[in-house]
């Protein structure tokens, strides 16, 4: 075969005698085989190599170039390393000199090559879609495993739920047939017999309230205790909490410090008989825990924001009822132990106070359950202080008080429709992801965006989305109600958008590429959801579902900025450093 750049050009004899007989159009010079390939080949995304019987490179296309890490000039000859002894696809794995390793697509073809026999080799790039299958597998292991774990944490609530109503029932009638002996219906008692039922009398209302304890954290624990979410006053609350703690503070030798005046239209936003049960518990443990002589104070607090936690919602305004003694205070190992089931921060057999050790737990909870939380500050020797945060009741909530309280059934409705959408979102993830990905890479805000891989610009957010989709069918089969698979689900959903901020600080995003990112994510992802439902019938529940998944786009977008913000701090401190 003549070389392609031989001295005399393919065709010109026959130009030439085209030319004599008259103006004629003019044609391409005629081409080799490998001419033809080469043109073809350049121009594909996928590498093409060529192979030769012995296993060396004859060519490499650009693509190639690029999934090996090489030159042309450095394929060519080498060993090509992979067998080709079968024209069905395969995977290999390239190893690339200082970069990770690339999954390919191997398919080969017999050919000939510069007249001797070879094959013709594509490779196609799938390492983003392995790296995606990936985390689907790990996903779908992780769902397994959270229902796995929902389901013994429902069989042991529902046995600690049952157990405590059977025996808060024989309780409550030794209690009362303890106290119509007191009352002499029986006959008269001496002292001493008096003295024998008063003390049967109280070790069973001490034990009814450990089992009351136990009852409450299953009820929590199976998703089955409710709170209601409506303006309360913060001084009926402080009031009858004061009532029931004078006495303990009393008997113990301590002083009260109380608000001296609190105005009747403070509100909040929540349970009242839960909150006076969080209350009650904060103060009974502030008097159990400080020694005679000391000081248990009450303060409420308005205007104030709380410390930034995961469990809190957005609220424009919060007010917070604060506990502080001068106590024997906690260890910094057991701050967070003691929120805890059955902890105490003073263990072993001799420790001075008795209890469960439920009753932080439940207070904690309860006030979660109110879109609040319950947080500690503690110096070993030096007191504690307990904040019980809720949100302040304002005009719109007073407004909207019998939305947030609507009954089970309303509920039930509300949620109806969630599991289909939830499935649908979950079959759509894919596309969802290419069409968020081509809009980043023509956004005018994100210049630097269409250099980068697409697994870079698709971070995170199948894992998101996937939870999402998780967390709509977990709605609607709990009817709405809050149970622990949607608190994992929610704690999940923040780590991926805290990560997801992380790595977008790394490639330089700045907030306002975030803010618009999750934009696009918002809207491909309504638009994905709408796409599968067009019955108008179901519009309403569709309206309802987007509703609930661009509220949790919106907290896990929340969630990204701070971690961006704060990873773009750090940076600036170590340059600062250095």
């Known amino acids: ?96 000199r200082g970069d990770g390793p690339v999954v390919c697509e191997l398919r080969s073809v017999a050919t000939t090559w510069e007249e001797t026999p070879a094959r013709l080799v594509s490779l196609r790039d799938i390492t983003d879609r392995k790296e995606s299958e990936r985390k689907s597998r790990q996903l779908e292991h992780e769902k397994a495993a959270r229902l796995h774990a929902e389901e013994a944490n429902t069989a042991k609530s529902d046995f600690l739920a049952v157990m405590s109503h059977e025996l808060r029932t024989p309780l409550n009638a030794v209690i009362g047939y303890a106290e119509l002996l007191d009352l002499g219906v ?67 030798g301590l002083t009260l410090v109380v608000p001296s005046h609190l105005p009747r239209d ?72 003691i929120f805890s089931p059955f902890v105490q921060g003073d263990r072993g057999h001799t420790r001075r106070t008795d209890g469960t050790g439920l009753g932080l737990t439940i207070s904690r909870r309860l006030a979660r359950l109110m879109h609040g939380d319950v947080v500690v500050e503690s110096v070993l020797g030096n007191g504690s202080t307990f904040t019980l945060w809720l949100p302040a009741a304002d005009e719109q909530r007073v407004e909207g008080a019998q939305a947030d309280a609507e009954p089970t059934s309303a509920l039930s409705a509300r949620t109806h429709g969630l599991r289909a959408v939830g499935d649908a979102l979950m079959h759509e993830i894919e596309h969802i992801i290419d069409a968020f990905v081509a809009r980043v890479r023509r956004e005018p805000s994100m210049p630097a965006a269409s250099k980068l891989k697409y697994s870079q610009l698709a971070d995170h957010v199948g894992a998101m989305l996937a939870d999402i989709a998780s967390a709509l069918v977990t709605l609607e089969d709990s009817d709405g109600a809050p149970t622990m698979l949607l608190s994992d689900a929610a704690d999940l959903q923040r780590f991926i958008a805290d990560r997801h901020g992380v790595q977008r600080a790394r490639l330089g995003w ?40 661009d509220r949790y786009l919106e907290q896990g977008a929340e969630t990204s900025r701070r971690a961006l913000e704060r990873e773009q701090q750090r940076a600036t401190t170590r340059r600062a450093e250095e």
């Open 186 to 252: 029986a006959g008269t008692l001496s002292p001493e017999q008096r003295q024998q039922v008063g003390r049967i009398v109280a070790s069973s209302r001490h034990l009814l309230g450990l089992v009351s304890e136990i009852l409450d954290l299953a009820k929590v624990d199976a998703g089955r205790l409710s709170v209601e979410r409506v303006p309360t006053s913060v001084a009926e609350i402080v009031d009858a909490a004061i009532v029931l703690a004078q006495p303990q503070a009393e008997a113990r």
């Open 510 to 549: 700045t907030p306002e590429a975030l803010a618009r990112q999750h934009v696009v994510l918002k809207e491909e992802t309504e638009r994905a959801i709408r796409r599968r439902f067009t019955d108008a019938a179901f519009s309403a529940q569709v309206d309802e579902a987007v509703r609930v998944v």
């Open 1 to 96: 075969m003549e070389p392609r750049n031989s001295d005399v050009p393919v065709g010109r004899a026959v130009s030439a005698d085209l030319t004599a007989r008259g103006p004629v159009e003019r044609r391409a010079p005629r081409r080799s085989p490998e001419d033809t390939v080469r043109q073809i080949v350049e121009c594909l995304a996928d590498g093409v190599v060529i192979v030769s019987e012995e296993g060396e490179i004859r060519f490499a296309n650009p693509a190639a170039e690029q999934l090996f890490g090489r030159t042309t000039t450095e394929l060519i000859g080498e060993a090509f390393g992979f067998p080709l002894t079968s024209d069905d696809p395969a995977e290999i794995e390239i190893v690339r």
């Open 266 to 337: 403070v509100q909040f936003t929540g349970d009242r008989e839960r909150t006076l049960q969080i209350l009650v518990n904060l103060l009974s443990n502030a008097v159990k825990f400080t020694e005679p002589g000391g000081t248990v104070r009450l303060d409420v607090v308005q205007g104030e924001q709380p410390p930034d936690s995961k469990h809190l919602i957005a609220a424009p305004h919060w007010m917070a009822l604060r506990v502080t003694d001068t106590g024997i205070g906690i260890h910094p190992d057991n701050i967070e132990r």
